[in-house]
T-cell receptor, first 112, second 116 residues
Framework: GEDVEQSLFLSVREGDSSVINCTYT??????LYWYKQEPGAGLQLLTYIFSNMDMKQDQRLTVLLNKKDKHLSLRIADTQTGDSAIYFCAERWNSGYSTLTFGKGTMLLVSP | EADIYQTPRYLVIGTGKKITLECSQTMGHDKMYWYQQDPGMELHLIHYSYGVNSTEKGDLSSESTVSRIRTEHFPLTLESARPSHTSQYLCASSRTAERELGGELFFGEGSRLTVL
Protein backbone atom coordinates (compact mmCIF):
# COMPACT_ATOMS: atom_id res chain seq x y z
CA GLY A 1 0.00 0.00 0.00
CA GLU A 2 0.93 3.64 -0.29
CA ASP A 3 2.85 5.40 2.43
CA VAL A 4 3.98 9.02 2.58
CA GLU A 5 6.62 10.10 5.08
CA GLN A 6 7.56 13.57 6.22
CA SER A 7 9.71 15.01 8.97
CA LEU A 8 7.47 16.39 11.71
CA PHE A 9 9.03 19.73 12.51
CA LEU A 10 11.19 22.43 10.94
CA SER A 11 12.31 25.71 12.47
CA VAL A 12 13.89 28.52 10.45
CA ARG A 13 14.59 32.21 10.82
CA GLU A 14 12.74 34.82 8.82
CA GLY A 15 14.46 35.47 5.49
CA ASP A 16 16.10 32.04 5.30
CA SER A 17 15.04 29.30 2.89
CA SER A 18 12.96 26.40 4.16
CA VAL A 19 13.11 22.93 2.68
CA ILE A 20 10.42 20.41 3.57
CA ASN A 21 11.03 16.85 2.48
CA CYS A 22 8.69 14.00 1.68
CA THR A 23 9.15 10.41 0.56
CA TYR A 24 6.53 8.19 -0.97
CA THR A 25 6.46 4.52 -1.77
CA UNK A 26 4.09 4.12 -4.71
CA UNK A 27 5.98 4.44 -7.96
CA UNK A 28 2.72 4.55 -9.92
CA UNK A 29 1.74 7.87 -8.31
CA UNK A 30 1.24 10.42 -11.03
CA UNK A 31 0.18 13.49 -9.08
CA LEU A 32 2.02 14.88 -6.05
CA TYR A 33 0.71 17.80 -4.03
CA TRP A 34 1.76 20.19 -1.31
CA TYR A 35 -0.96 21.54 0.97
CA LYS A 36 -0.69 24.20 3.67
CA GLN A 37 -2.77 24.29 6.84
CA GLU A 38 -2.83 27.42 8.95
CA PRO A 39 -3.98 27.23 12.59
CA GLY A 40 -7.69 26.54 12.94
CA ALA A 41 -8.24 26.24 9.20
CA GLY A 42 -8.64 23.61 6.52
CA LEU A 43 -5.97 22.59 4.02
CA GLN A 44 -5.17 24.79 1.05
CA LEU A 45 -3.45 23.56 -2.09
CA LEU A 46 -0.09 25.31 -2.48
CA THR A 47 1.29 23.65 -5.55
CA TYR A 48 1.41 20.32 -7.37
CA ILE A 49 3.69 18.46 -9.74
CA PHE A 50 3.06 15.77 -12.30
CA SER A 51 5.29 12.75 -12.01
CA ASN A 52 6.80 13.35 -15.45
CA MET A 53 8.28 16.64 -14.19
CA ASP A 54 11.50 17.13 -12.22
CA MET A 55 10.93 20.63 -10.99
CA LYS A 56 8.27 23.26 -10.75
CA GLN A 57 8.71 26.85 -9.61
CA ASP A 58 5.92 29.18 -8.56
CA GLN A 59 7.07 32.51 -7.11
CA ARG A 60 8.80 31.69 -3.78
CA LEU A 61 7.96 28.00 -4.03
CA THR A 62 10.12 25.38 -5.75
CA VAL A 63 9.11 21.74 -5.92
CA LEU A 64 11.73 19.13 -6.74
CA LEU A 65 10.85 15.56 -7.63
CA ASN A 66 13.33 12.68 -7.69
CA LYS A 67 11.35 9.76 -9.07
CA LYS A 68 14.20 7.31 -8.72
CA ASP A 69 14.39 7.89 -4.97
CA LYS A 70 10.65 8.69 -4.65
CA HIS A 71 11.58 11.94 -2.95
CA LEU A 72 9.66 15.19 -3.13
CA SER A 73 10.73 18.49 -1.61
CA LEU A 74 9.21 21.93 -1.18
CA ARG A 75 11.56 24.88 -0.94
CA ILE A 76 10.23 28.21 0.30
CA ALA A 77 12.55 31.10 -0.48
CA ASP A 78 12.75 34.14 1.81
CA THR A 79 10.56 32.48 4.43
CA GLN A 80 8.21 34.85 6.25
CA THR A 81 6.49 34.54 9.62
CA GLY A 82 3.22 34.14 7.70
CA ASP A 83 4.60 30.91 6.25
CA SER A 84 4.38 29.30 9.70
CA ALA A 85 1.91 26.46 9.24
CA ILE A 86 1.65 22.71 8.77
CA TYR A 87 2.64 21.46 5.31
CA PHE A 88 1.26 18.21 3.96
CA CYS A 89 2.66 16.20 1.09
CA ALA A 90 0.11 14.03 -0.77
CA GLU A 91 0.15 11.57 -3.64
CA ARG A 92 -2.53 10.24 -5.98
CA TRP A 93 -2.65 7.45 -8.51
CA ASN A 94 -3.72 8.10 -12.06
CA SER A 95 -7.29 7.10 -11.47
CA GLY A 96 -10.41 9.17 -11.14
CA TYR A 97 -11.56 6.95 -8.33
CA SER A 98 -8.42 7.04 -6.23
CA THR A 99 -8.18 9.13 -3.11
CA LEU A 100 -5.22 11.17 -1.97
CA THR A 101 -2.75 9.73 0.51
CA PHE A 102 -1.42 12.37 2.85
CA GLY A 103 1.78 12.45 4.86
CA LYS A 104 1.57 13.23 8.56
CA GLY A 105 2.46 16.87 8.03
CA THR A 106 5.51 19.02 8.79
CA MET A 107 5.08 21.90 11.18
CA LEU A 108 7.11 24.88 9.98
CA LEU A 109 7.92 27.51 12.59
CA VAL A 110 9.41 30.78 11.34
CA SER A 111 10.99 33.00 13.98
CA PRO A 112 11.66 36.72 13.50
CA GLU B 1 -11.26 30.47 -3.54
CA ALA B 2 -12.92 27.23 -2.54
CA ASP B 3 -16.69 27.24 -1.98
CA ILE B 4 -17.03 24.55 0.61
CA TYR B 5 -18.56 25.24 3.96
CA GLN B 6 -18.71 23.41 7.24
CA THR B 7 -20.92 24.02 10.24
CA PRO B 8 -20.56 24.25 13.11
CA ARG B 9 -16.95 25.42 13.30
CA TYR B 10 -16.80 24.55 17.00
CA LEU B 11 -19.02 22.26 19.04
CA VAL B 12 -18.82 21.19 22.68
CA ILE B 13 -21.35 18.55 23.72
CA GLY B 14 -21.91 15.93 26.36
CA THR B 15 -21.47 12.20 26.04
CA GLY B 16 -24.35 10.33 24.43
CA LYS B 17 -25.64 13.20 22.34
CA LYS B 18 -26.39 12.81 18.66
CA ILE B 19 -24.60 15.28 16.43
CA THR B 20 -24.50 16.09 12.75
CA LEU B 21 -21.67 17.96 11.12
CA GLU B 22 -22.77 19.73 7.97
CA CYS B 23 -20.75 20.11 4.78
CA SER B 24 -21.88 21.86 1.63
CA GLN B 25 -20.09 22.77 -1.58
CA THR B 26 -21.27 24.95 -4.43
CA MET B 27 -18.72 23.85 -7.02
CA GLY B 28 -20.74 20.94 -8.42
CA HIS B 29 -18.05 18.46 -7.39
CA ASP B 30 -19.12 14.85 -7.52
CA LYS B 31 -16.61 13.51 -5.00
CA MET B 32 -16.71 14.44 -1.34
CA TYR B 33 -14.68 13.32 1.66
CA TRP B 34 -14.53 13.43 5.44
CA TYR B 35 -11.17 13.42 7.20
CA GLN B 36 -10.52 13.18 10.93
CA GLN B 37 -7.45 15.05 12.07
CA ASP B 38 -5.50 14.04 15.18
CA PRO B 39 -4.16 16.63 17.58
CA GLY B 40 -0.82 15.38 16.26
CA MET B 41 -1.79 16.66 12.80
CA GLU B 42 -2.22 13.35 10.93
CA LEU B 43 -5.22 13.15 8.59
CA HIS B 44 -7.34 10.00 8.44
CA LEU B 45 -9.90 9.43 5.70
CA ILE B 46 -13.10 8.17 7.36
CA HIS B 47 -15.72 8.46 4.60
CA TYR B 48 -15.99 9.41 0.94
CA SER B 49 -18.56 9.57 -1.79
CA TYR B 50 -18.32 9.29 -5.58
CA GLY B 51 -21.68 10.98 -6.09
CA VAL B 52 -25.32 10.98 -5.09
CA ASN B 53 -26.35 7.80 -3.22
CA SER B 54 -22.74 6.65 -3.07
CA THR B 55 -20.91 6.36 0.26
CA GLU B 56 -17.75 4.44 1.11
CA LYS B 57 -15.79 3.85 4.29
CA GLY B 58 -12.29 5.24 4.38
CA ASP B 59 -9.02 3.96 5.75
CA LEU B 60 -9.84 4.59 9.39
CA SER B 61 -12.77 2.84 10.98
CA SER B 62 -15.25 5.33 12.35
CA GLU B 63 -18.49 5.05 14.30
CA SER B 64 -19.88 7.94 12.29
CA THR B 65 -22.19 7.62 9.29
CA VAL B 66 -22.66 9.77 6.20
CA SER B 67 -25.28 10.31 3.55
CA ARG B 68 -25.25 11.81 0.06
CA ILE B 69 -28.77 12.62 -1.03
CA ARG B 70 -27.78 15.77 -2.91
CA THR B 71 -24.59 16.50 -4.83
CA GLU B 72 -23.77 19.56 -2.79
CA HIS B 73 -24.41 18.14 0.68
CA PHE B 74 -22.46 15.48 2.63
CA PRO B 75 -23.39 15.47 6.33
CA LEU B 76 -21.63 13.33 8.93
CA THR B 77 -23.57 11.97 11.92
CA LEU B 78 -22.54 10.52 15.26
CA GLU B 79 -25.51 8.79 16.90
CA SER B 80 -23.99 8.78 20.37
CA ALA B 81 -20.94 10.94 20.89
CA ARG B 82 -18.12 9.84 23.18
CA PRO B 83 -14.97 11.60 24.42
CA SER B 84 -12.94 9.46 21.98
CA HIS B 85 -14.73 11.31 19.14
CA THR B 86 -13.11 14.57 20.18
CA SER B 87 -11.23 15.71 17.09
CA GLN B 88 -11.10 18.09 14.15
CA TYR B 89 -13.26 16.95 11.22
CA LEU B 90 -12.41 18.22 7.76
CA CYS B 91 -14.71 17.98 4.75
CA ALA B 92 -13.33 18.13 1.21
CA SER B 93 -14.55 17.83 -2.36
CA SER B 94 -13.05 17.26 -5.80
CA ARG B 95 -13.95 16.75 -9.44
CA THR B 96 -13.59 13.37 -11.02
CA ALA B 97 -11.03 14.19 -13.69
CA GLU B 98 -7.88 12.45 -14.67
CA ARG B 99 -6.25 14.49 -17.38
CA GLU B 100 -6.56 17.94 -15.89
CA LEU B 101 -5.58 18.73 -12.35
CA GLY B 102 -8.32 16.48 -11.17
CA GLY B 103 -8.19 15.02 -7.77
CA GLU B 104 -7.19 18.31 -6.20
CA LEU B 105 -9.09 18.46 -2.94
CA PHE B 106 -10.79 21.64 -1.79
CA PHE B 107 -11.17 21.71 1.98
CA GLY B 108 -13.63 23.35 4.30
CA GLU B 109 -12.43 25.20 7.37
CA GLY B 110 -13.13 22.24 9.62
CA SER B 111 -15.40 21.42 12.55
CA ARG B 112 -13.71 21.07 15.90
CA LEU B 113 -15.70 18.70 18.11
CA THR B 114 -15.18 18.31 21.84
CA VAL B 115 -17.15 15.65 23.69
CA LEU B 116 -17.17 15.96 27.45
Amino acid sequence: GEDVEQSLFLSVREGDSSVINCTYTDSSSTYLYWYKQEPGAGLQLLTYIFSNMDMKQDQRLTVLLNKKDKHLSLRIADTQTGDSAIYFCAERWNSGYSTLTFGKGTMLLVSP
Amino acid sequence: EADIYQTPRYLVIGTGKKITLECSQTMGHDKMYWYQQDPGMELHLIHYSYGVNSTEKGDLSSESTVSRIRTEHFPLTLESARPSHTSQYLCASSRTAERELGGELFFGEGSRLTVL
